[in-house]
């Protein structure tokens, strides 16, 4: 499939253009937050910070690790067809442009198909965020935003990768844009600031013998 | 009985002058908001900047906290309690939170959300870690209770049951205002006791004993309420043949100033101790079964200094699980034949890094040793950390807020409960008393002191 004038530059400048000003936001939130005096035990360690520093940032794929995540597996599930959805959509992002990828045909059918699940997920997730009593209380505008926001976005996507139709490509491709423009400033840029999270707790607490015996130790 | 040194004097000097007797003030006034912000922008590091920052409220942490696991009281949650300060982090901070603050959560700091700050980071958090280990996005909860907490001490509006602790330490050199006279007494006498258990009139306590190998450090408890607790430890450290010595100057474990995140104060406290052990010439000081004194002063004590001490630290646990380990003590398990389970100190295991040392000792101290369902790093805060003991406006939450301790306690069968720190041994001794357990509640040494086979 070949796309011409006005999508095309939707689907390519303007997705550039977004990019790099997604692109400059981090740059400049990391450069503050590298501002920041850093933190390190300076007592001699018990344990290995490099070890704690690999084993926290890989705690993500390590479920049993967490009680959080072990007793609610069924959540776990739930944020690995999430997030792999978000990945998979982004992807087709860059891929759909250079006709790397046809809509309704092989490899969009498998991205369709894990939108569709995410897009379920998602709606769970904002009705757990709207009927547990602990959420509510901590729930901004911007938590439920970045879920309604989300679940349309894979329902654009559906439209578009499943079918091919114009029409789905401009709501698809206007949500990318807005979102590369709308995430750097809200929850959803949680992947910038999760890593810089999870080093520090590693380090720290590798270096004091507690992090990497964390997988080890049962509940 | 003293050995009274220059370096002795030199401490002496830098001890600060004593502080204002004023209690803590009752409410926040809002001439305290432009200074407890002026705090939050100095103490803003990369660590407390990424856990203010990555926070995306899933909620995965609201059953990791005893608070909320053992009243279902939403405002428990930890996220809910960070939030308190990360709201503030939001309006100052984050971009978008500057210009549309309702839409992430902004607030500005307020004297109304300082005073719910107050009630649920001093009332409703014994900064135990145990939601961090449960943060898919590893947000360090603890840096940012401290902050919060020192963001209101420093405006004097801190329980009082805790100022009074940090004030009594300051003025005194220990955190009871244990005089030296009856410190040496009760020692003395300890040590009478000691060789007569014994029948050894070489088992002795020695004090100010310079080039001794181990500074032993204690909890103010121990010679005020408990002395049979440092009997069990001088038994220990006889059996070993061990070199040691009790300072009679800086021999207190406890750092309070730790609980409320004053770094200020707590250097100085840290300053004396290792000036003192610096003094004698020891090679470790050798920490007292008290969490928080051992984490002072094992890690955060090179923090506060901004150096590594002239001298190694140990903790009693780890002394003994190496002397078990190495052979230097024999014990004989079947003298503590009841069931025994052990409490793992939050401030020992998740913020210190002890977690199989007691293991070591309870498997050779005792015959039936059984583990709570959530134990090491993961166990459940027993509610007594943080300074909790201290305050006592809060002490109806704290003992409901052990209900899923107890639960776990009573789920053990258990008629002994080892802990290694005082706050936890005093603050479960309250649980069992409550829910009418009926264990007894012991420190490892003392297990070990019974088991204990003198040749």
Redesign the interface.
Known sequence: MHYEGALRFLMEEVQYMALAFMAMVYVAKVLW??R????R????L??DPAVGAVV?LG??FMPWA????R??WF?YLE?VIFHGAVALTILSTFLVPFQLMVPGEGFSRIVVAAMGLAFLVGLRRLVRRIA????????????Y?ALVVLNLFFLSGIWALGTGEAAGMWVFFIMTTFFLIYVP???IS?YI??P???????V??GG???IA??VK?S? | MQDKTVAMKTIQEAQPAIQPKEGPKPAFEPQDIPRMLEILDKRMNRLLASSLAACVHCGLCTEACHYYASTRNPEFAPAYKADLLRKVYKKRYDWLGRLFPVWVGGKDLSPELAEKMYDLIFGACTVCRRCSLNCPMGVDYASIMATARYMMAAMNRLPEGLKATIDVHLETGNNMGISEEELVETLEWIEEELQAELDDPTARIPLNQKGAKYFLTMNPREPKYYPLTIQAEAKILHAAKESYTISTKYWDATNYCLFIGDGANARKVAQWQAQDVESLGCDYLLAAECGHGYRSIRWEAANWLGRQPNFKVIGFQELMAQYIQEGRIKLDPSRNPKRVSYHDPCNAAKSGGIIEEPRIVLRAAVEDFVELKHNRQFSYCCGGGGGALTMTEFAKRRLEAAKVKAEEIAATGAKILATSCHNCLDQLAEINRHYKLGVEVKLLCELVADALIIE
């Open positions: 937050f590298f920041k005096p850093g933190v035990d300076k007592a001699p018990k344990g926290s705690n993500i967490m009680e959080s995540t007793l609610h959540f944020f547990r009593p602990e959420l509510r209380l901590i729930s901004a505008p911007d938590d935003f400033f809200s929850k949680h600031t999760y810089f999270a999870r080093w520090y707790y590693g720290n607490f004091r013998g507690v015996r964390a130790a509940n």
